[in-house]
């Protein structure tokens, strides 16, 4: 079922293309996009010639590294029962390659081509997937087509629809009902989505099976090695962690703890910690006249009651929420709040900013009970002070928050015993 918009799409692009690609030359954003695809081709071909034969081959894409996020549990599932299973990865963005580049499960990572049919074509005959998975979004047509074309399954997981989104406009709508018509399968994460996908794009392959990203919060939850040196320092305490916290976030979590009676020992993790960033934090302490020291320096004589600590280096904060009596998550007051289900799984309140629109589980967090949207520096400070001087409340959030979490686990088994039920058939045509 192929739309105008599509059928122009394919033939319109390639020119939109080479424009880019022109203009990249003089454009920083644009220039390192299309160098990085340079020996995108010749690099594939030399790991996919070093692979031992599979019957079965996955190919998983992911705009960037929190959409891979949400596929990381589904392959741990199936390589655990199937290790022979080859799985490829590609990537949109710089920042999600770069994250999962060494990706120990996949076979090749790597960068997806700009959207020709050339290209499509190209890699879909290196890679000879069986399924391409593709999380949550990032639609390139004519890599779904090619792929079709082959032979192969496609698969949309982790789906949601947003109601003001641009898919809904009378042209997109077209293009977008041809989009999901490509899919055999639509995984939602909600009834409304599911509904949606049904109802305005008659996607009548749509069904619910949850987010994976709840397994894979879980699953992480059960291991906090890594802070385990820092818990007899926050032991007895109460805590407030402060994650992937920018600038405004800074401003008014800092005046909200200050203006706080009783102070709970404070943890800050900034959401970049490049040392120009981490300088501004230590001068925006230092006027404060908040007494700090930064993780890459802690000493045995660190005294939570009388310091901050600054989390000066990466791979922290989903550990970090495990110390945590109390979360506040950074982003809500720039483009969209960060990830809420990390601390949430720890069942402790979650505190954000007003832009989490592009989040409906942080807003579904705030129905369940189990966080508050903060819209300014009184209601951060009112909110933080019943929490700390209310051990009542602060729990009964707290075990919101976690029943929010634990009750939507289990699309990962959905989704892994759909994909090992293909792996089987494929194998019974092989063996006869």
């Known amino acids: 079922m192929n739309s105008p918009a599509l059928f122009f799409y394919t033939r319109l692009f390639p020119l939109f293309l080479g424009a880019a690609k022109l203009f990249s030359r003089v454009h920083p954003k644009l220039h390192p996009f299309f160098k990085l695809r340079e020996e995108l081709f010749s690099d594939l071909e030399k790991k996919i010639a070093t692979l031992p034969s599979s019957d079965f081959r996955l190919w998983v894409h992911a705009a960037s590294v929190g959409e891979f996020e949400q596929a990381r549990p589904i392959i741990a599932a199936l390589k655990k029962k199937h290790p022979e299973l080859i799985v490829f990865v590609s990537f949109l963005s710089n920042s999600g390659y770069n994250a999962r580049k060494n990706f120990p499960d996949a076979a090749a990572v790597f960068y997806l081509p700009t959207d020709t049919r050339a290209n499509a074509k190209r890699v879909v005959s290196l890679l000879k997937a069986d399924l391409l998975l593709l999380m949550r979004y990032d639609f390139w047509p004519n890599h779904l087509l090619e792929a079709k074309k082959s032979g192969a399954r496609l698969m949309l997981a982790a789906a949601v629809l947003q109601e003001n ?81 920018w600038e405004p976030d800074e401003e008014l979590l800092l005046d909200a703890w200050q203006a706080l009676e009783e102070k709970p020992a404070l943890i800050l993790v900034p959401h970049e910690v490049n040392p120009e960033k981490m300088e501004q934090l230590y001068n925006n302490l230092k ?146």
């Open 165 to 245: 989104s641009s898919y809904f406009k009378p042209l997109a709508k077209s293009f977008y009902r041809s989009i999901f018509h490509l899919f055999d399968n639509i995984y939602t994460v909600s009834e409304r989505d599911t509904l949606l996908f049904r109802n305005h794009f008659h996607a009548l392959q749509a069904e619910t099976v949850g987010d994976p990203r709840f397994d894979q919060v879980f699953l992480r939850s059960r291991n906090s090695a890594k802070v385990n040196h820092l818990k007899p320092f926050f032991r007895e305490r109460i805590v407030l962690v402060g994650g992937s916290v």
């Open 287 to 432: 006027r404060r006249s908040i007494a700090f020291v930064p993780i890459s320096a802690l000493e045995r004589t660190f005294d939570p009651a009388q310091q901050v600590l600054v989390i000066d280096q990466t791979g922290y904060l989903a550990e970090l929420y495990s110390l945590a009596s109390i979360a506040y998550v950074g982003g809500g007051f720039g483009v969209n709040v960060h990830n809420t289900l990390e601390p949430a799984v720890y069942g402790i309140p979650v505190l954000f900013g007003p832009r989490c629109h592009n989040s409906p589980e942080a807003e579904d967090l705030v129905t369940a009970g189990g966080a508050v949207i903060i819209e300014d520096q009184p209601s951060l400070a009112a909110a933080l002070k019943t929490l700390t001087t209310n051990p009542a409340q602060r729990e009964k959030s707290g075990k919101a928050a976690g029943k929010f979490v634990q009750e939507r686990t289990g699309a990962t088994t959905a989704i892994a015993e759909h994909i090992e039920s293909l792996y089987r058939e494929k194998r019974k045509q092989i063996q006869g």
